[in-house]
């Protein structure tokens, strides 16, 4: 069964940056969608980036110009690169993979897109 294992996320001033791996392992991941999303107390569930098993990517507005997202394929690994971190970044981070049957791309940011689900890692940023 796949898993997907998230690193640890960190507590950053405004204007500071992080990055985020997911890594997976039990599947064919360069078979797969991948997706970043996070939740913040008291608000639901947003989609923050995903990205094909082909390489292309969709962005959450709020985030656009301002995160990465990006997969080594040899590394069975996910990442978001985060820069210019905000106060409103603030919240548990989550990756998501399902296998890549075709969608379009703006149902990357869908939570319903993808079965499987790494554990959340915090990510704080402080004004």
């Known amino acids: 069964q796949g898993q997907l294992v998230v690193s640890e996320g960190g507590s950053v001033q405004a204007g500071g940056a992080l990055r985020l791996s997911c890594a997976a392992s039990g599947y064919t991941y360069s078979n797969y969608r991948m997706g970043w999303f996070r939740q913040a107390p008291g608000k639901e569930r947003e989609g923050v980036a995903g990205i094909r098993s082909a390489g292309s990517a969709i962005y959450a507005d709020s985030v656009k110009g301002r995160f990465t997202i990006s997969r080594d394929n040899a590394k069975n690994t996910l990442y978001l690169q985060m820069n210019n971190l905000k106060p409103e970044d603030t919240a548990m981070y989550f990756c998501?993979?399902?296998?890549?049957?075709?969608?379009?791309?703006?149902?990357?940011?869908?939570?319903?897109?993808?079965?499987?689900w790494g554990q959340g890692t915090q990510v704080t940023v402080s004004s």
């Open positions: 998501a993979a399902n296998f890549e049957n075709w969608r379009p791309i703006l149902w990357l940011l869908r939570g319903e897109s993808y079965n499987f």
